[in-house]
């Protein structure tokens, strides 16, 4: 564990509040274990939220709920603010502080609770001896260096899908999880789902036969950015911009440049195609048995861009196709998704609905004699998929959604995505984790990016 260092906010850190607790001065923020539901204060995994957005905030809901871990700190550059996915959404630091405060007041004898502190700067939350873990819901560019940083300072992690921003970047994750021994669960949930695993395993057993292609969706842009001449605007006084830019390039200031829409710019994210193929294509992974290998081959079939110098720059249509030694093709398109991933056989197809509430074979036959015609229609991903981090967090065994599984899953929306950009077709070595063929040293070159100032890792 790191050094302890003074709280900023002022809240004590474990050490200094047993030793306070032990000599019996009334502790400020001093609440019954009873706030925090049946487990034993011991047992409770402390966490520090970082990122309050769109899925944050979600994020922070269901670990509020949960009766295994108590949020101890809330972290995000944005003070608080709307301009997240829907105008009503009023997100950020502040706004989770008080979603903290009101949740476990309700459950506090005097009906009040101040105990959660909120920070700029998540190396801040990362010096604090009493935080176990941190749960990273910032925008994909910024997901390398929290978690390298995070496994450094001896903290465990739940790092939301896509992994990172970069092949690079995430072999060097996951390198830095295994070196300091820490769990870090990817945010793919579908993977707890039980509805998704028995599809899966329903495939790998062989009922539909040799698999031959998997037909995965991304969905289209859902928000319009500004076009080229696009004029920057004054950072508001709520965002610490540059610590939002972190790694990424020095970059003028657009509202449509940060919340939610970071998303369509690929200084920050991968668009469409990592966005919704952490979830589609991690369960075509799955499926074929291929968590720790790739494809041999990417294929750009077409690609959609918006005119040069929008504000978004990632591919608004993609169809890509990514081939296996085995000869099975995987293809991921733009669409208005109704299926998420369905698995072609010899024998029959396994149709994964959008929501991955459920699935469909054909013939509905093979679901029957499997056994699963019951198979509810469970959809807890999210909430199942914290619990199962919080349960490794204590038992130090293997999470559902391990870095290398969360990595290698990212990594083909990362091919995909530099195919679409450089168009036509590349060789891929899954072992080296190299491009291959003529064309190699151009796509190779696109594996890492350059990261701004102190922010390399
Ligand atoms: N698992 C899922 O189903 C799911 C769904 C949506 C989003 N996500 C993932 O969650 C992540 C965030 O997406 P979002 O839609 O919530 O974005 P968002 O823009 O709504 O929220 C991101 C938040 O991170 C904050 N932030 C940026 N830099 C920060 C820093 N250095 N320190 C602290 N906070 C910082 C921003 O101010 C913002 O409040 C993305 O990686 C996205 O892919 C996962």
């Known amino acids: ?202 495939v790998r057993s062989g009922a539909i036969g040799k698999v031959h292609r998997v037909v995965t969706n991304v969905g289209r842009h859902n928000k319009v950015g500004p076009g080229p001449g696009w004029e920057p605007m004054p950072v508001p006084d709520t965002l610490d911009y540059d610590l939002w830019l972190g790694p990424a390039p020095e970059a003028p200031y657009h509202k449509d440049r940060c919340l939610y829409n970071f998303r369509f710019n690929y200084d920050y994210a991968g668009g469409q195609v990592a966005n919704f193929g952490a979830h589609s294509l991690d369960i075509a992974q799955w499926g074929l048995g291929t968590d720790d290998t790739g494809p041999v081959q990417v294929e750009s079939v077409y690609a959609d861009f918006l005119p040069e110098g929008s504000l978004f720059n990632a591919a608004t249509y993609t169809h890509f196709r990514l081939k296996y030694a085995s000869g099975v093709v995987v293809e991921s398109m733009t669409a208005e998704p109704s299926v998420r991933c369905l698995f072609e056989g010899e024998d029959g197809v396994i149709r994964i609905d959008n929501q991955a509430r459920n699935f469909v074979t054909i013939p509905g036959s093979i679901k029957v004699e499997a056994g699963l015609t019951d198979v509810p229609e469970q959809y807890r991903s999210n909430a199942d998929h914290h619990q199962n981090f919080l349960d490794c967090v204590r038992s130090r065994k293997e999470p559902n959604a391990p870095v290398e599984i969360g990595h290698r899953s990212a990594t083909l929306c990362h091919l995909g995505n530099i195919a679409s950009r450089l168009g036509g077709k590349f060789g891929w070595d899954p072992t080296a984790q190299r491009f291959t063929g003529s064309r190699a040293e151009t796509a190779n070159e696109m594996l890492a990016v350059k990261q701004r100032g102190v922010w390399t890792v």
């Open 1 to 202: 564990m790191n050094q302890q260092t003074p709280s900023p906010n002022g809240t004590p850190h474990r050490r200094t509040f047993l030793k306070t607790a032990a000599t019996a001065v009334a502790a400020p923020y001093f609440v019954p274990a009873s706030v925090f539901g049946a487990t034993a204060p011991s047992n409770r995994v402390n966490l520090g939220m970082v990122g309050l957005g769109n899925q944050g905030m979600l994020n922070l809901k269901l670990f509020l709920e949960n009766k295994d871990c108590t949020v101890l700190a809330v972290c995000d550059v944005n003070r608080g603010s709307y301009g997240y996915k829907e105008p009503k959404d009023f997100y950020g630091r502040d706004p989770a502080r008080e979603m903290v405060e009101k949740a476990y007041a309700k459950k506090a004898p005097g009906g009040s609770y101040k105990g959660c502190d909120a920070y700029t700067d998540f190396r801040e939350v990362l010096s604090r001896d009493d935080i176990d873990a941190v749960v990273l819901t910032t925008p994909d560019h910024w997901h390398g260096v929290m978690t390298i940083k995070a496994a450094e300072a001896g903290k465990d992690i739940y790092c939301e899908k896509p992994l990172g921003l970069t092949i690079a970047e995430q072999i060097a994750m996951a390198e830095s999880v295994r070196k300091h021994n820490r769990i870090l669960q990817t945010g793919s949930h579908e993977r707890s789902n039980p509805v998704i695993r028995s599809a899966c395993e329903l």
